[in-house]
T-cell receptor
Framework: AQKVTQAQTEISVVEKEDVTLDCVYE???????LFWYKQPPSGELVFLIR??????QNEISGRYSWNFQKSTSSFNFTITASQVVDSAVYFCALSSTYNQGGKLIFGQGTELSVKP | GAVVSQHPSWVICKSGTSVKIECRSL??????MFWYRQFPKQSLMLMATSNEGSKATYEQGVEKDKFLINHASLTLSTLTVTSAHPEDSSFYIC????FGQGLNGELFFGEGSRLTVL
């Protein structure tokens, strides 16, 4: 069975603080993809990153960075120098293309509140 | 980039009526589309996988007779909530995969449709 766990339900930080959102996944597949999405109050999902299971290199995109560690089945997301506009619900998701047809299994989401 | 459009963005209906939500891929062909439901403060739960030209595959616990899915063309899938009740009020989101990119193709999400059943 596949599962994604985001243990942090809510996180509140003050602007300019760094914040890390945790994601732990379970899958028996050797080939899979991991995603992070941002969902602002308006509801639409904003794609942030997709990483395949064979690429463990960390990724940095501006203030965002991702740490993929297969040894601990984790794909954590860090926002550096957070801003109020970062306030949203963030979802981690897992997809196993070959066995599941590419459907996404989402974690429970972490609601990030960045206060000025 | 690729766009998936949902219509309507929001709909309010009376209990007992049926509501149809459309999901369109605007600049690519999608043999497979996915329908998700999201209750307030909760995660997205996959309802069904919609396959062009064939029957949808429903997740366990999802009533296929209540949530009718039709994927009649490579750019359109529809979700019909039949005999809607207040407990069906939710945010429905579709996603589509670019057929041209194969099984590894990117997934694109629609803007979502908020259904309120009175």
């Amino acid at each position: 069975a596949q599962k994604v766990t985001q243990a942090q339900t809510e996180i509140s930080v003050v602007e300019k603080e760094d914040v890390t959102l945790d994601c732990v996944y379970e899958t028996r597949d050797t080939t899979y993809y991991l995603f992070w999405y941002k969902q602002p109050p308006s509801g639409e999902l904003v794609f942030l990153i997709r990483r395949n299971s064979f690429d463990e290199q960390n990724e940095i995109s501006g203030r965002y960075s991702w740490n993929f560690q297969k040894s601990t089945s984790s794909f954590n997301f860090t926002i550096t120098a957070s801003q109020v506009v970062d306030s949203a619900v963030y979802f981690c998701a897992l997809s196993s293309t070959y066995n599941q047809g590419g459907k996404l299994i989402f974690g429970q989401g972490t609601e990030l509140s960045v206060k000025p | 980039g690729a766009v998936v459009s949902q219509h309507p963005s929001w709909v309010i209906c009376k209990s007992g009526t049926s509501v149809k939500i459309e999901c369109r891929s605007l600049d690519f062909q999608a043999t497979t589309m996915f329908w998700y439901r999201q209750f307030p403060k909760q995660s997205l739960m996959l309802m069904a996988t919609s396959n062009e030209g064939s029957k949808a595959t429903y997740e366990q616990g999802v009533e296929k007779d209540k949530f009718l899915i039709n994927h009649a063309s490579l750019t359109l899938s529809t979700l019909t909530v039949t005999s809607a009740h207040p407990e069906d009020s939710s945010f429905y989101i579709c996603s589509a995969r670019d057929f041209g990119q194969g099984l590894n193709g990117e997934l694109f999400f629609g803007e979502g449709s908020r259904l309120t059943v009175l």
